[in-house]
């Protein structure tokens, strides 16, 4: 009986202990989440549309030998400039070179007979219609000497304007077949940013506007190269159902550009508002949220650092940063990025990085 009476009383001190330690409920710390910010300001006509580009040459062209026949010279090498008219390869001319002779032998002999026969025409000594006969006879040597001249202009391939050897297609001392691919060549100078846009941005762009254009480069980042768009495709690819729009640039000094490059197109929001000028609420991608078809984002309050959820309604808009048409005012401040864990009256800090 007196060890139930001691073990109560060890229970009680215990429970005493215990409670006097603790000092009562145990209070869990308010939960401060990092969040990035980000103060809303009217868009005006900054720029903010940004597509992905690969850089085009501004001219491009595959070029062929017209005939065949074994490539005899290739004096060329990729990468290599070429000025307009010069020599890209030379054909084995010895065929074209024997039907030029032997056209022109048939033609001297038509031509001597037409010849003959309109001097005895003149004598009566010969029918009119023989002289006809032998008149379309020279006609026709002439138009085959023609096409004999032309084949053999034809096994030399020259440059049709000047430009950089992209590709070699062909091999020298390889038999080539008429239109057989032999080199890309493309054009230096002024190129191309092209991107694939959705049919949406495209019915709105408008192709008569000068609109603010800038393209950075994957290659050089740091460096925004002015552009202009050039034109947009009026039939979309069938896979991707996406328009090319093409943006034509000047690479800047000392820096070599080339083809199969890649970078972005940033495009003002002027390129597709119809020509509206009024300035616009914008905000990044990353601040929108959704639940089923509704968008909000998460408003700060300065003051006490916590959020409040509103609702927004977001104009039809492609990029890094999209419109707001209803919601929000210029000077409010929004959690931009690491919204998906927030909840109503959270307590926040900006994120520091």
Same mark, same amino acid.
């Given at each position: 009986?007196?060890?139930?009476? !001691?073990?109560?009383?060890?229970?009680?001190?215990?429970?005493?202990?215990?409670?006097s330690?603790?000092?009562?409920?145990?209070?869990?710390?308010?939960?401060?989440?990092?969040?990035?910010?980000?103060?809303? &300001?009217?868009?005006?006509?900054?720029?903010?549309?940004?597509?992905?580009?690969?850089?085009?040459?501004?001219?491009?062209?595959?070029?062929? !030998?017209?005939?065949?026949?074994?490539?005899?010279?290739?004096?060329?090498?990729?990468?290599?400039?070429?000025?307009?008219?010069?020599?890209?390869?030379?054909? %084995?001319?010895?065929?074209?070179?024997?039907?030029?002779?032997? /056209?022109? /032998?048939?033609?001297?002999? /038509?031509q001597?007979?037409?010849?003959?026969?309109?001097?005895?025409?003149?004598?009566?000594?010969?029918?009119?219609?023989a002289?006809?006969?032998?008149?379309?006879?020279?006609?026709?040597?002439?138009a085959?000497?023609?096409?004999?001249?032309?084949?053999?202009?034809?096994?030399?391939?020259?440059a049709?304007?000047?430009?950089?050897?992209?590709?070699?297609?062909?091999?020298?001392?390889?038999?080539?077949?008429?239109?057989?691919?032999?080199?890309?060549?493309?054009?230096?100078?002024?190129?191309?940013?092209?991107?694939?846009?959705?049919?949406?941005?495209?019915?709105?762009?408008?192709?008569?506007?000068?609109?603010?254009?800038?393209?950075?480069?994957?290659?050089?980042?740091?460096?925004?190269?002015?552009?202009? !768009?050039?034109?947009?495709?009026?039939?979309? %690819?069938?896979?991707? &159902?996406?328009?090319?729009?093409? !943006?034509?640039?000047?690479?800047?000094p000392?820096?070599?550009?080339?083809?199969?490059?890649?970078?972005?197109?940033?495009?003002?929001?002027?390129?597709?508002? %119809?020509?509206?000028?009024?300035?616009?609420?914008?905000?990044?991608?990353?601040?929108?949220?959704?639940?089923?078809?509704?968008?909000?984002?998460?408003?700060?309050?300065?003051?006490?650092?916590?959020?409040?959820?509103?609702?927004?309604?977001?104009?039809?808009?492609?990029?890094?940063?999209?419109?707001?048409?209803?919601g929000?005012?210029?000077?409010?401040?929004?959690?931009? /990025?690491?919204?998906?864990?927030?909840?109503?009256?959270?307590?926040?800090?900006?994120y520091?990085?």
């Amino acid at each position: 009986m007196h060890s139930n009476v !001691f073990s109560k009383i060890l229970g009680v001190l215990a429970i005493g202990m215990l409670a006097s330690c603790s000092g009562g409920e145990v209070e869990e710390p308010e939960i401060v989440r990092p969040a990035k910010l980000h103060v809303v &300001q009217k868009s005006e006509d900054r720029l903010e549309i940004n597509f992905p580009a690969v850089i085009e040459a501004s001219a491009s062209s595959t070029l062929t !030998f017209q005939v065949g026949g074994l490539l005899q010279s290739l004096p060329i090498r990729e990468g290599q400039f070429v000025r307009k008219g010069g020599v890209i390869g030379v054909l %084995d001319k010895r065929r074209y070179n024997n039907a030029v002779a032997s /056209a022109r /032998a048939e033609y001297a002999n /038509a031509q001597s007979e037409y010849q003959s026969a309109v001097r005895l025409l003149e004598e009566d000594a010969i029918a009119r219609i023989a002289v006809n006969q032998r008149r379309a006879k020279r006609d026709i040597a002439k138009a085959n000497l023609d096409s004999t001249l032309k084949d053999l202009a034809d096994t030399t391939l020259r440059a049709p304007f000047s430009g950089v050897v992209a590709t070699k297609h062909a091999t020298r001392f390889e038999n080539v077949q008429p239109n057989q691919e032999i080199v890309t060549l493309q054009s230096t100078g002024e190129v191309e940013a092209t991107v694939n846009v959705p049919s949406n941005i495209v019915a709105r762009i408008d192709q008569t506007k000068e609109a603010q254009a800038y393209i950075l480069l994957n290659a050089a980042p740091d460096v925004r190269i002015p552009g202009q !768009f050039r034109s947009a495709a009026t039939q979309a %690819d069938t896979q991707t &159902q996406t328009f090319r729009v093409k !943006f034509a640039f000047s690479p800047p000094p000392g820096l070599n550009i080339l083809p199969g490059m890649t970078g972005s197109v940033i495009g003002s929001r002027e390129l597709i508002t %119809d020509g509206k000028s009024e300035a616009q609420i914008s905000v990044p991608l990353g601040a929108i949220q959704a639940e089923g078809k509704k968008r909000f984002v998460w408003v700060v309050n300065k003051k006490t650092m916590k959020v409040k959820k509103r609702a927004v309604q977001v104009a039809e808009d492609v990029g890094e940063e999209v419109s707001i048409v209803s919601g929000l005012k210029a000077g409010e401040t929004i959690v931009a /990025a690491g919204a998906a864990y927030l909840h109503d009256d959270m307590k926040i800090r900006p994120y520091e990085g």
